[in-house]
């Protein structure tokens, strides 16, 4: 039988996660092949070079610039404070005197005889790099980064903000249905990564950053919600940086609606266990999603790669991403081979999908799903 493959959101409670840690620079690397880490192990370091500042000491002083290096009262590599004075002129026999300064603190990186400009380089700024996931260091990039790897229990969203956080597993509503509210979060929930299930509330983000959540996973998301939160909209560009208290993973996607049955379960399942959370959503080029990852889970369970490998069929689980049905999910019933003309005109591959809500069969553009892996 031929396949149809498309792509997937994986979720299943077993499998090899492996992360990459890099740095942004060459630096240096803090562990070795085979240690074991957790999730906040700072595996490398670098210092990121500071902001270079111009100082126009010849316009300040009102002479040339190769008189410049003459008046220098600090030379090349030399330690400067914020308003200390750099250079200095003296006429009249003293009375009158001409200064430049410093406008940040930093060093003296060059002096040009040609531009009469001094360049002030300001402190570097020292990054650190953590593992992200407890787990063991599989390979060291030599100045790099290293690659960390583990078992355990691994879940993507379909969107999501704010970059990498951890804490323990918290459900907080009775079912994948269940909207999740303020009245749902407590003060014992700080730290930890609250599970919801339909849909997160304004209310309850707010009351999320009152409390100190570290991250939130529910179902849907109200997109004016999201837009009042962040301060702006946010686009299509990537997300993971945005400056908020808490990361947050949606699963299904904009409004109500109800957590995949089979996501609420494993993440119940899972509740109590240190999870780390990652909201970076790129939809484009480089597809990257939100995840949810569980390390060190011992339940053997069916592998995201051999789903992935097998393509999908009757019977795969799917989520339908475009209207009239988007977001509902669904199980294939049907692929056939032939190609169907659509609304817009075009000539696509088409499925038959069974609504897991209704049970009504649907037609759909293979196109406009995505294969729920588990």
Excluded: C
Aim: aromatic share 4%.
């Amino acid at each position: 039988m031929a396949h149809a493959y498309t792509p997937g959101l994986r979720v299943t409670p077993n499998t090899l996660v492996k992360k990459t840690r890099r740095l942004p620079l060459r630096g240096e690397v803090m562990v070795k092949e085979g240690d074991d880490v957790s999730h906040d192990t700072i595996v490398a370091r670098t210092d990121i070079p500071g902001d270079a500042m111009l100082v126009n000491v010849a316009n300040m002083l009102g002479i040339e610039a190769s008189d410049v290096p003459r008046y220098m009262l600090k030379q090349l590599g030399e330690k400067v404070e914020d308003g200390e004075v750099i250079a200095e002129l003296s006429s009249f026999f003293g009375l009158f005197k001409s200064r430049a300064k410093s406008d940040v603190t930093g060093v003296i990186e060059s002096i040009s005889e040609i531009t009469g400009q001094v360049t002030l380089r300001t402190a570097p700024v020292p990054v650190e790099v953590h593992a992200y996931i407890d787990g063991r260091v599989q390979e060291v990039i030599p100045e790099q980064g290293v690659v960390v790897e583990n078992k355990g229990a691994y879940i993507q969203g379909i969107f999501g903000v704010g970059g990498e956080r951890q804490g323990k597993l918290a459900i907080v509503v009775n079912g994948p249905e269940e909207p999740l509210d303020a009245d749902d979060i407590t003060p014992e929930h700080k730290g930890f990564v609250i599970v919801g299930g339909s849909l997160v509330t304004a209310q309850a983000l707010k009351r999320a950053a009152e409390v100190g959540v570290s991250a939130i996973v529910a179902g849907g998301i109200i997109d004016r919600d999201l837009v009042e939160l962040l301060g702006y909209d946010i686009g299509v560009a990537i997300t993971g940086h945005e400056d908020i208290p808490f990361s947050i993973v949606i699963t299904e996607g904009f409004g109500r609606m109800s957590m995949a049955p089979k996501t609420y379960d494993l993440l119940k399942t899972l509740e109590g266990k240190m999870a780390s959370v990652n909201g970076a959503t790129q939809i484009r080029a480089g597809v990257m999603r939100p995840e949810i990852i569980v390390p060190g889970v011992e339940d053997v369970g069916i592998e995201a790669e051999d789903l992935s490998e097998e393509g999908m069929i009757p019977g795969t689980p799917i989520r339908i991403i475009r209207e009239p049905y988007f977001g509902q999910l669904a199980e294939v019933s049907e692929l056939p081979a032939e190609l169907v003309r659509v609304e817009t005109e075009a000539k696509v591959r088409i499925l038959r999908a069974k609504l897991i809500d209704t049970g009504e069969i649907v037609t759909v553009p293979r196109a406009n799903v995505e294969i729920i892996e588990g």
